[in-house]
């Protein structure tokens, strides 16, 4: 049986992104694979593995601009900062005085909510100049730090769990939008508390529509030497943000050979084939017209 679909994957620490889809690729012998958002290194968490034509789906696969798109639980160490903005990078100073309390932590973790100016930091993969952060960072050449621009980002709500005065570590969910870098908040907090912080760990537990409840351990998938197609979901699993319609008779098989067909709507829909049920894929609808954006499937056979 073919592997094609999504796999969303627990990512374990000490792993890139990019290990996790090596893996995969020789797990499944499937070359046409990816990721829709990088995981650092340390953190864990949900990556929805996206195999064989189900790529084409990964940039559809968050609503745009959809505030809640990714969630995560962080824990972040007060008193300190590095070159990371996370334990494991270089420390580049350290807080000797008394740690703030639990009510200042808390309102300056919760004045992140909302839409915000947030810059990479510079162990990022965000480009400049067509140059990874972190390639330069790692070169010495920090002067690109000072081309690297502040965006705006979105953080629809921060909940602090717990407070160790005590270890000076907070305990923290984020929901927030795509684009959102969580150690940049424990570095933006800490220097608004006067006293630095630094992310101490980092879970995803919600990308694409999936939650960790949903994920694969990678550990399992290596233990078994392959990729049960049962644990496959579906091209248009992350896709239910979009509306659906759904084309019968001439107009499914005008889609299929990637023509234009009557139907209502407006803006990014996915498309199926009246009866059977099938995703055919994805378009764009408006003026009474669907024009195909994204076809899965040819008229009577699958799309290569």
């Known amino acids: 049986m073919r592997i ?73 160490r007060l008193g300190l900062e590095t070159d990371t903005q996370d334990v494991w990078g270089a420390q580049v100073a350290a807080y000797e005085g008394p740690l703030p309390d639990e009510a200042a932590v808390r309102g300056a973790l919760l004045s992140f909510e909302g839409e915000i100016l947030q810059t990479p930091p510079m162990y990022s993969a965000v480009k400049v100049g067509g140059r990874k952060l972190y390639e330069l960072a790692r070169k010495g050449e920090a002067a690109a730090a000072g081309a690297v621009k502040s965006r705006k980002v979105y953080i629809n709500n921060i909940t602090v769990i717990e407070y160790d005065a005590e ?14 870098y969580v150690r940049t908040i424990c570095a933006d907090a800490g220097r608004l508390l006067g006293c630095g912080a630094a992310m101490s760990g980092l879970e995803r537990t919600k990308s694409d529509g999936f939650l960790l409840a949903d994920c694969v351990p990678l550990e399992a998938l290596r233990e078994a030497g392959g990729v049960d197609a049962a644990l496959l979901r579906p091209i248009d699993a992350p896709l239910s943000w979009m509306p659906r319609v759904d084309l019968a008779g001439a107009d499914a098989a005008r889609f299929c050979n990637g023509l234009p067909c009557e139907a209502g709507g407006e803006g990014t829909v996915r498309a199926y084939e009246g009866g059977s049920g099938r995703f055919l894929g994805i378009a764009t609808a408006g003026g009474g017209a669907l024009r195909p954006e994204k076809v899965f499937y040819s008229e009577g056979a699958e799309a290569k």
Do not use: W
């Open 4 to 76: 094609e679909g999504i796999l969303p994957v627990a990512k374990p620490q000490a792993m890139t992104s990019h290990d996790v889809v090596a893996i995969l690729r020789r797990l499944t012998g499937v070359k046409r694979i990816g990721h829709s958002g990088t995981l650092d290194p340390m953190a864990t968490g949900v990556l929805p593995i996206y195999i064989g034509k189900a790529t084409r789906v990964i940039e559809y696969a968050s609503a745009p601009g959809d505030p809640a798109a990714k969630a995560y639980r962080c824990r972040m």
């Open 167 to 180: 270890a000076g570590e907070a305990l923290f969910d984020v929901v927030c939008g795509k684009g959102v």
